[in-house]
Nanobody, 124 residues
Framework: QVQLVESGGGLVQAGGSLRLSCAAS????????MGWFRQAPGKEREFVAA????????YYADSVKDRFTISRDNAKNTMYLEMNYLKPEDTAVYYC?????????????????WGQGTQVTVSS
């Protein structure tokens, strides 16, 4: 089992940047596929990005491709989401999640563990 804690959210102007972190407990972090999701008020939780156990394979939603970068440091049990050129439509609660299967998945149902979320607000 793994526990996840997100940090780094906040208020930023459009065009700005933020870096989210997801700190994981436990000694098996490196075995998990990891993902970032977000949920805006009144909307369903949506996939943002995913990364495989080694960090060698990543996948992004079209809406964030070329603006966001997912990465991980297995030695620090931490995953990151670097967000650049932020837009007001990026405003949401951002969640990190861990998946026990090897292949990258974009469905929230495919993830076994979730953090509590961190708010990102982008003003226009």
């Amino acid at each position: 089992q793994v526990q996840l804690v997100e940090s780094g959210g906040g208020l930023v102007q459009a065009g700005g940047s933020l870096r989210l972190s997801c700190a994981a407990s436990g000694r098996t972090f490196s075995s998990y596929t990891m993902g970032w999701f977000r949920q805006a008020p009144g909307k369903e939780r949506e996939f943002v990005a995913a990364i495989n156990w080694s960090g060698g394979t990543t996948y992004y939603a079209d809406s964030v491709k070329d603006r966001f970068t997912i990465s991980r440091d297995n030695a620090k049990n931490t995953m990151y989401l670097e967000m650049n050129y932020l837009k007001p439509e990026d405003t949401a609660v951002y969640y990190c999640a861990a998946c026990v299967i090897v292949s990258l998945t974009t469905s929230p149902k495919g993830y076994n563990y979730w953090g509590q979320g961190t708010q990102v607000t982008v003003s226009s």
